[in-house]
């Protein structure tokens, strides 16, 4: 079992709110990532971090944010959540090295109504 | 551009029955190819890595293949069991960037029935 924690499973919310999804890891993971999928699609990468201070954008533009301020936390913010937001998110984390695997937390399935 | 590509999309079998998933890719250049179980609304979680050296790999009933050369992959799953339902994906990292960049595929929805 994958020590990687997302919360909420599931959140409905109406259009124009302001939402966090959280992501936690215990394992001590210097890459932490997030990913956009909707139903039978591919995952898309939309943040990624190498650790403390550094957030990058991924392939698929996203108008979501992130912070890592601290290693084992990675919440991903939107400002103003839009029905186009809605989907599965899904964090995911690993070690610096190459060729390790990537934890996947069980996921946030977002509906904006 | 890197892409993988999966077959059949959607696959239904009888239980205690085998099959075989496959994955074609395009990603270069190539660090390592990993399948992965997803059950409907959770997150993925790995069945089997390889990198470029291996050609076969088992984790209990399944066993994946990989044809560096070729670039394909498959998953054969034994003696299937209803719990084997869920999505299978393929996916391969690339070696030409720091992150070590995840290309997925979309998966073949797997359905056991009994």
């Known amino acids: 079992e994958a020590d990687i924690y997302q919360t909420p499973r599931y959140l409905v919310i109406g259009t124009g709110k302001k939402i966090t999804l959280e992501c936690s890891q215990t394992m001590g993971h210097d890459k932490m990532y997030w990913y956009q999928q909707d139903p039978g699609m591919e995952l898309h990468l939309i943040h990624y971090?190498?650790?403390?201070?550094?957030?990058e954008k991924g392939d698929l533009s996203s108008e979501s944010t992130v912070s890592r301020i601290r290693t084992e936390h990675f919440p991903l913010t939107l400002e103003s959540a839009r029905p186009s937001h809605t989907s599965q998110y899904l964090c995911?984390?690993?070690?610096?090295?190459?060729?390790?695997?990537?934890?996947f937390g069980q996921g946030t399935r977002l509906t904006v109504v | 551009k890197n892409q993988v590509e999966q077959s059949p999309q959607s696959l239904i079998i009888l239980e205690g029955k085998n099959c075989t998933l496959q994955c074609n890719y395009t990603v270069s250049p190539f660090s390592n190819l990993r399948w992965y179980k997803q059950d409907t609304g959770r997150g993925p979680v790995s069945l089997t890595i390889m990198t470029f050296s291996e050609n076969t790999k088992s984790n209990g009933r399944y066993t994946a293949t990989l044809d560096a050369d070729t670039k394909q992959s498959s998953l054969h799953i034994t003696a299937s069991q209803l719990s084997d339902s869920a999505s299978y994906i393929c996916?391969?990292?690339?070696?030409?960037?720091?992150?070590?960049?995840?290309?997925f595929g979309r998966g073949t929805q797997l359905t056991v029935w009994p």
């Open positions: 995911a984390s690993s070690e610096s090295a190459t060729n390790t695997e990537a934890f």
């Open positions: 971090s190498y650790g403390v201070n550094s957030t």
């Open positions: 996916v391969v990292s690339d070696r030409g960037s720091t992150l070590g960049r995840l290309y």
